[in-house]
């Protein structure tokens, strides 16, 4: 009979190890899905994170090409300055030559690639005085134009993507 209690205590004793058995695989599993989730979710931000950055990275680069060229076109500015002066000092016999018209085509050209590359002419003669776009190169006395008016352009100015890369260079009224 004791043979048959003992073996009665150890069938229970073993039933009692698999429920703890069982308990603590069900609170281990438990702490594994909430680690699962932890995990998940940090992923999933972290992936949110890396993807705005990557979004940004792009726009931010895409801001430093859009300007890579201002150096390459402050350079050109000045030629094109002189094909103005020259077109502007050209006596009115030369002005149906043909080797003349070919090389103010030239300046045509130019100013086509510059306009490609978002470069556009600040407006000035007949605009107000704006120090955002115009540098006053000197002040004259007009009665008959309104007082800050820009009434000559020394200089053009220019913008690229709407940024002011040079200033125009103006005659205002006083």
């Not at 992936?47 to 350079?75: P, V």
């Not at 085509?105 to 470069?119: A, E, R, S």
């Amino acid at each position: 009979m004791e043979e048959e209690k003992s073996t009665f205590a150890k069938v229970s004793e073993n039933k009692e190890k698999k429920e703890l058995n069982i308990e603590e695989s069900e609170k281990k599993l438990a702490e594994c899905q909430k680690q699962k989730d932890r995990y998940l979710t940090g992923w999933q931000r972290a992936r949110a994170d890396f993807l705005n950055y990557k979004k940004e990275e792009m726009e931010r680069i895409g801001e430093i090409l859009k300007y890579a060229g201002e150096e390459l076109i402050l350079k050109i500015l000045p030629i094109l300055d002189n094909f103005d002066l020259a077109e502007k000092k050209l006596p009115e016999n030369l002005k149906d030559d043909e080797n003349v018209k070919g090389i103010l085509q030239v300046k045509n050209q130019i100013l086509v690639f510059l306009k490609n590359q978002g470069v556009e002419e600040i407006k000035a003669v007949g605009e107000y005085f704006d120090p955002n776009f115009h540098e006053a190169a000197e002040m004259v006395d007009l009665k008959e134009e309104a007082s800050g008016k820009v009434v000559e352009e020394i200089k053009k100015g220019y913008k690229l993507h709407g940024k002011v890369i040079r200033s125009a260079r103006v005659k205002v009224t006083k």
